[in-house]
């Protein structure tokens, strides 16, 4: 699915410790959700995740609510390719990059260039401080051409 790899071992525990120090709890299916989200790509939906921590004891809305308040503290990166479904993928700063998303088979490869940092920095000097972007590209991939 993807050529991009894998968060270290120490940005998995260093999403931890955030989780910590903002006040979360680190439980047992957030572990087994970062344990996946640190080796594959992704990005997943909560139902996808769900599947693949095998449960974990615990529900779908439950994934839901822990993937949306990672996401609130910066562990994860929510993901909008336009088709009404949120996916998530580790949020490792120093591992910036983009999406491109086939139409038909809705495979992804990640693009590991930015061309957004002028428009950061624009916003920047308005004024503006958290300044973050997404930006997904979206096309029939050659295998569905
Ligand atoms: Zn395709
Ligand atoms: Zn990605
Ligand atoms: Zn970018």
Redesign the pocket.
């Known amino acids: 699915m993807s050529d991009h790899c894998c968060a270290s071992e120490g940005a998995i525990a260093g999403a931890l410790e955030k989780i910590r120090a903002n006040g979360g709890r680190v439980t047992e299916p957030r572990r087994a959700m970062l344990a996946i989200l640190g080796k594959e790509h992704g990005p997943f939906s909560a139902e996808e995740l769900h599947k693949k921590i095998g449960g974990a004891g615990c529900d779908v809305v439950t994934v839901y609510r822990s993937l949306q308040a990672m996401e609130e503290i910066g562990v994860v990166r929510r993901c909008d390719f336009g088709d009404g479904t949120y996916r998530y993928e580790f949020n490792d700063g120093e591992h910036?990059h983009?999406h491109i998303i086939c139409r038909v088979c809705r495979s992804v490869e990640t693009l590991d260039v930015?061309?957004?940092d002028g428009l950061e920095r624009m916003a920047r000097q308005k004024g503006y401080q958290k300044v973050t972007?997404t930006?997904e590209i979206f096309g029939v991939c050659p295998k569905c051409a």
Request: proline share 0%; glycine share 0%; net charge neutral.
């Open positions: 910036h983009h930015c061309v957004a972007h930006l």
